[in-house]
């Protein structure tokens, strides 16, 4: 493989003829058990006293408001179950939480005095207090945030989310979710051409067989969507690629050297960049083809469907790790070298290997 890629021109697209692989990936089941009834005296009551009200001085507007928000928040979230695009972080998508606080007392708030109650509200990207309102009252349809006696604090905690890369982006770029229609969903690792022929003109994404290749129960041609099917993404309309080759995983005993799948993508649907979020918008890199051989302590980085953009070092050469794959199925995978990944210092990854 070279992870190389030319431009569009000179690539082969897939088969149209293949590829339109559908259905769930996961199939909600009815619990089959019943479970019986305590008896009856077995319940125990709890000796603890009613705590506190801890928003019994915050005044009635300000409260209303916070529901308004809440609720419209709420009604927000039902876009989850359908495949997220990046325009869900603007707007009143840039907003990620409210709540009551205490004005902050160094001029970022709406009147908002020191130690006096105000609706804090956290949003994904830096906003004034002035843009955050106008986002509450037009987006949101919160007319009562309005008023310049609303005291409000606007807190910057960037995206909140425990799987930052599951959205529907095009091109696709590495870093994202992605699976082989039948898998919950996995990430995009890099773009790849073969060495020979007919493989040199096939761009194609790079990834594990069990994210791509459903653990060896695909065959060539299956429908590969991104993002995921466990994050949204559906064949045929969402797909990027088709399943190209893999290495079988052996389940039975032997010595696994890569968990490692390709899938012949549409060269207009993926780019070779990879991504990282920042602030909620995408931000994008490339890294080098060379290959690179492992060294104690090098510093190493990827970008992940679940963790994002991280990066450690790495602390031993030739691992030999028990991998689990569900089902009772553990392998033994051998690595040429193992990395302790840690959380990102925020360094943008010029220099970082993937």
Same mark, same amino acid.
């Given at each position: 493989m070279n992870g190389e890629p030319r431009g569009s021109e000179g690539f082969q697209e897939p088969p149209a003829d293949v590829g339109r692989? !559908? %259905?769930? +990936?996961?199939?909600? /089941? /009815? +619990? +089959? /058990?019943?479970?019986a009834v305590p008896g009856e005296g077995a319940a125990e009551v709890a000796a603890v006293s009613e705590p506190p009200d801890a928003l019994a001085g915050v005044g009635m507007e300000l409260l209303e408001i916070k529901r308004a928000i809440e609720e419209r928040m709420r009604q927000d979230v039902t876009q989850a179950a359908a495949v997220r695009s990046l325009d869900a972080f603007r707007d009143a998508g840039n907003i990620q939480g409210v709540a009551i606080g205490l004005g902050d007392g160094l001029g970022l708030g709406s009147a908002a005095e020191p130690g006096a109650p105000a609706l804090t509200v956290y949003v994904a990207e830096p906003s004034s207090v002035d843009q955050v309102k106008?986002?509450?009252?037009?987006s949101m349809g919160v007319r009562a945030a309005a008023s310049d006696s609303?005291?409000?604090?606007?807190?910057?905690?960037? @995206?909140i989310d425990a799987q930052p890369h599951r959205f529907r982006i095009r091109p696709a770029p590495g870093g994202v979710s992605v699976a082989h229609f039948r898998v919950t969903a996995g990430t995009i690792g890099c773009l790849a051409i073969g060495r020979t022929a007919p493989r040199n003109t096939r761009l194609m994404i790079l990834s594990n067989n069990h994210v791509l290749a459903n653990s060896?129960?695909?065959?060539?041609?299956?429908?590969i969507c991104q993002p995921g099917p466990f994050d949204g993404g559906r064949c045929p309309q969402d797909q990027i690629a088709i399943l190209e080759r893999f290495v079988p995983i052996n389940f039975a005993g032997g010595v696994?050297?890569?968990?490692? !799948? #390709?899938?012949? !993508?549409?060269?207009? =649907?993926? =780019? =070779? /960049? @990879?991504?990282? @979020?920042? %602030? %909620?918008?995408?931000a994008f890199f490339r890294i080098s083809s060379a290959p690179v051989a492992p060294v104690l302590g090098m510093l190493v980085g990827k970008s992940g469907r679940t963790t994002q953009l991280t990066q450690g070092r790495s #602390?031993?050469?030739? +691992? #030999?790790?028990r991998v689990n794959y569900g089902g009772g199925r553990v392998v033994a995978v051998r690595w040429r070298w193992r990395v302790d990944v840690c959380e990102p210092d925020h360094a943008r990854p010029s220099g970082t290997r993937h």
């Amino acid at each position: 493989m070279n992870g190389e890629p030319r431009g569009s021109e000179g690539f082969q697209e897939p088969p149209a003829d293949v590829g339109r692989g !559908a %259905g769930p +990936a996961h199939i909600d /089941e /009815e +619990a +089959a /058990e019943q479970f019986a009834v305590p008896g009856e005296g077995a319940a125990e009551v709890a000796a603890v006293s009613e705590p506190p009200d801890a928003l019994a001085g915050v005044g009635m507007e300000l409260l209303e408001i916070k529901r308004a928000i809440e609720e419209r928040m709420r009604q927000d979230v039902t876009q989850a179950a359908a495949v997220r695009s990046l325009d869900a972080f603007r707007d009143a998508g840039n907003i990620q939480g409210v709540a009551i606080g205490l004005g902050d007392g160094l001029g970022l708030g709406s009147a908002a005095e020191p130690g006096a109650p105000a609706l804090t509200v956290y949003v994904a990207e830096p906003s004034s207090v002035d843009q955050v309102k106008a986002v509450v009252v037009d987006s949101m349809g919160v007319r009562a945030a309005a008023s310049d006696s609303v005291p409000m604090n606007v807190v910057v905690t960037g @995206l909140i989310d425990a799987q930052p890369h599951r959205f529907r982006i095009r091109p696709a770029p590495g870093g994202v979710s992605v699976a082989h229609f039948r898998v919950t969903a996995g990430t995009i690792g890099c773009l790849a051409i073969g060495r020979t022929a007919p493989r040199n003109t096939r761009l194609m994404i790079l990834s594990n067989n069990h994210v791509l290749a459903n653990s060896n129960s695909a065959v060539f041609g299956d429908c590969i969507c991104q993002p995921g099917p466990f994050d949204g993404g559906r064949c045929p309309q969402d797909q990027i690629a088709i399943l190209e080759r893999f290495v079988p995983i052996n389940f039975a005993g032997g010595v696994n050297f890569v968990d490692c !799948a #390709t899938g012949w !993508a549409w060269p207009d =649907r993926v =780019r =070779r /960049e @990879l991504v990282y @979020l920042s %602030g %909620g918008n995408p931000a994008f890199f490339r890294i080098s083809s060379a290959p690179v051989a492992p060294v104690l302590g090098m510093l190493v980085g990827k970008s992940g469907r679940t963790t994002q953009l991280t990066q450690g070092r790495s #602390t031993g050469i030739g +691992a #030999t790790i028990r991998v689990n794959y569900g089902g009772g199925r553990v392998v033994a995978v051998r690595w040429r070298w193992r990395v302790d990944v840690c959380e990102p210092d925020h360094a943008r990854p010029s220099g970082t290997r993937h």
